[in-house]
């Protein structure tokens, strides 16, 4: 009897006020609590970006930039030197506007971006560059071609000037006149041997066959070849190209390989070299280009190769940088590492004292 009252003691245990162990919160409940979704972590911003269209050039100094929106809705204006000089624009995520800048003065450089400001406030601006518009010498001397006329004024041979050609039969006439009187015994034999000597022209005929030299053309002069002051340009933009090796005094023309206009024509110098500032069209396709140089009367022709390209610049990252956006996500693990182990330890006032009464 006294074995099944110990069984019964030992089963049901201690009859009497007993204290509270402290009840810990599931470790699985408490991390799903506090630890956030991965749908809150802060999304990537894609970054806007532009390039130059236009400008300046000789026709005009005016500046034009295409834009387009990144991930998120920004405000986008164009800059001088840090300073607005051009549109404003608003423009959804994806958008694609162009800014037109303030006209560039002769000779002037500007450096060229598009101020950024979205909902979270300015962003880094989008810088282009700098740019040069041309002077308004070098835009003559582009848009001025040279006189032709000098070369076709060189006289030929065979035209004398129209008063030379009465003292040319003049003497014929005259000589005779001597042979007419009466014949004499004695002097008649020495007249007719010196009055003939004048008639002969030899002095006349002899001078225009000197200038025939000059008018032969002559052969081209030093290897032929081309070359540019920039290899790389821009639609717009002038550039000089310099040959060698035409025929001194010819004229060469100047042309963009695909174009039926050409872009200038210039006289070689007495080396047959020619030196040629010309600007590039603004509707040229971007990508590489050759510049001929063809002489007129030799057919000699020398190539220079061009690349022409625009300016295209990614804009700075409008969201948290990558180093930070790291040490974001770090600092909100270990916070949230704290916050479960505070939840997990037991506060003093949980407890109480056997027998009910608070410690």
Known sequence: ??????????????VGPAWAAPVEPSPTASATTATPTPSSAPALVAPASARLTYGPNCVDGYVRVEVTAGSEAATVELTYDGAPAGDQASLDPGQTVELEGAEVDWGTSVDIAVAVTTAAGPQSPIVIGSRVRPSEADCDAVLTPPPTSPPT?????????????????????????????PSSSGPSSTGPSTTPRPTTPSPSTSAPTTPATPSTPGSPSGPLGGSSSNGQVSPGSVVTIRGTGFTPGEQVTVTLAGAVTPLATVTADSDGAVEAVVQIPQDTDLGAAVVQLVGVQSAQTAGVDLEVAAVEVPAATGGTPWPLLAAGLGLLGVAVALASAAARRPRRDDWQAPGGAPS
Request: glycine share 6%; charged share 0%; aromatic share 0%.
């Open 153 to 181: 004024t060189t006289p030929t041979p065979g035209t004398t000037p129209p008063g030379s050609s009465a003292p040319t039969t003049a003497p014929p006439s005259t000589t005779p006149v001597p042979t007419t009187p």
């Open 1 to 14: 009897m006294l074995l099944v009252v110990l069984a019964a003691a030992l089963v049901v245990g201690p």
